[in-house]
């Protein structure tokens, strides 16, 4: 992941960026790192991750504003060729409807891509492709026992799903995703390359958005989403928790080192 300072508040416009680079369901209950595949190896190699006072010290946050912009998805242009040439958008319609019935991926409305307890209208994705990649996404993380508490808590605090656009301050940095409380809304690229992990690591955020951002909040929230990833989809750990939280930290020297994050998980029922 390539460095990128974000600046927050503790109001911040911009609670996270995230630089480029299936067990049944569970309701809302306690769930702990342990629990969740963390070895009690794992869970000590932390270490100073979860002693933000060892391993910071004091500090304060810095009183910086992101200004953000709307973002809006461009809708899939379906293919027709001579078609649509000559009907117009009868053309367009038969490219998508050729698409989606080759690819069931195109259809946003296929039944194993929606989650049923997540309201369709909470993604705002244009995109049918994206759309259905993104319901997948969420379906996936709904079923995992952190990420359903993590993504339960974001649609209670308002917040929607889009693929899109995550540069919402216009700085042009390449980046996989973004939390936008002014916006309720978490934007993850579609060119992200961990689209799961980068989805999982912004519920973190929109999870607990009361409490800014921190490089501790971050790494940890890379640490869970690797870890919701991993269940998941299947998929191998990049390296060790701590390997994973010190890669991620070091991308925002401008983040105040620590903030409330152990306190805010712990009071969705998450033990760390």
């Given at each position: ?176 995703g973004a939390t936008v409380p ?60 701590a390997d994973i939280f010190n890669n ?25």
């Open positions: 992941m390539l460095p990128l300072a974000t600046q927050l508040v503790n109001t911040p416009q911009i609670a996270s960026m995230t630089p480029t680079a299936a067990p049944p369901a569970v309701p809302m209950a306690a769930a702990s790192l342990t629990q969740a595949g963390m070895t009690s190896g794992a869970l000590s190699s932390l270490g100073p991750l979860l002693n933000p006072v060892s391993l910071f010290g004091s500090t304060s946050i810095p009183n910086n504003i992101a200004s953000t912009t709307a973002f809006t998805a461009s809708p899939l242009t379906g293919g027709g060729g001579g078609i649509s040439q000559a009907f117009g958008g009868l053309g367009q319609m038969l490219g998508l409807m050729a698409n989606t019935m080759m690819n069931p991926l195109a259809n946003p409305n296929t039944p194993s891509n929606i989650p049923s307890n997540i309201p369709a209208n909470l993604n705002t994705t244009a995109d049918p492709v994206q759309r259905a990649r993104l319901d997948q996404a969420l379906a996936k993380i709904s079923q995992d026992p952190e990420g359903s508490i993590l993504l339960q808590t974001a649609i209670n605090n308002g917040f929607t799903f889009e693929v899109g656009n995550p540069d919402v301050d216009g700085t042009g940095e390449d980046i996989n002014t916006q309720n809304k978490i934007i993850i690229s579609p060119n992200a390359p961990e689209f799961d992990k980068t989805l999982a690591h912004e519920l973190v955020h929109a999870a607990t958005e009361n409490d800014g951002d921190s490089q501790q909040e971050e790494g940890l929230a890379d640490v869970f989403g690797y870890h919701i990833a991993s269940r998941v989809n299947g998929t191998p750990l990049p390296g060790s928790d991620k930290i070091k991308n925002y020297p401008d983040l105040p080192p620590t903030n409330d994050i152990l306190n805010s998980l712990r009071s969705l029922g998450i033990a760390v």
